[in-house]
Nanobody
């Protein structure tokens, strides 16, 4: 059974940092490009960052470039998102899933990131 479990979200002050984690199971994690997505209240889900299956290629949303780093551990089947210098506009529920070119797996419950001004 495919499962994606996100964690690490919290309430932080503007300028703060967080590290999000995603535990994947039920599929061959190392075969796939993975991505972190977010959905703010009233808005659609957007891709924040993606990383190729062996980690050689990464891509970032323009608004997070220089503040966010995506990484993965294929042995542990884990995906990470290190976020620094957080801004109120980063407030959203964050999800992990396959990269945007693939049909998404079942979405997890996500992890809430709230950045206070």
């Amino acid at each position: 059974q495919v499962q994606l479990v996100e964690s690490g979200g919290a309430l932080v002050q503007s300028g703060g940092s967080l590290r999000l984690s995603c535990a994947a199971s039920g599929f061959t994690f190392s075969d796939y490009t993975m991505g972190w997505y977010r959905q703010a209240p009233g808005l659609g889900r957007e891709l924040v960052a993606s990383i190729s299956n062996v980690g050689g290629n990464t891509h970032y949303l323009d608004s997070v470039k220089g503040r966010v780093t995506i990484s993965r551990d294929n042995f542990k089947k884990m995906l990470y998102l290190q976020m620094t210098n957080l801004r109120p506009e980063d407030t959203a529920v964050y999800y992990c899933n396959l990269g945007i070119e693939a049909r998404p797996l079942s979405w997890g419950q996500g992890t809430q990131v709230t950045v206070a001004a």
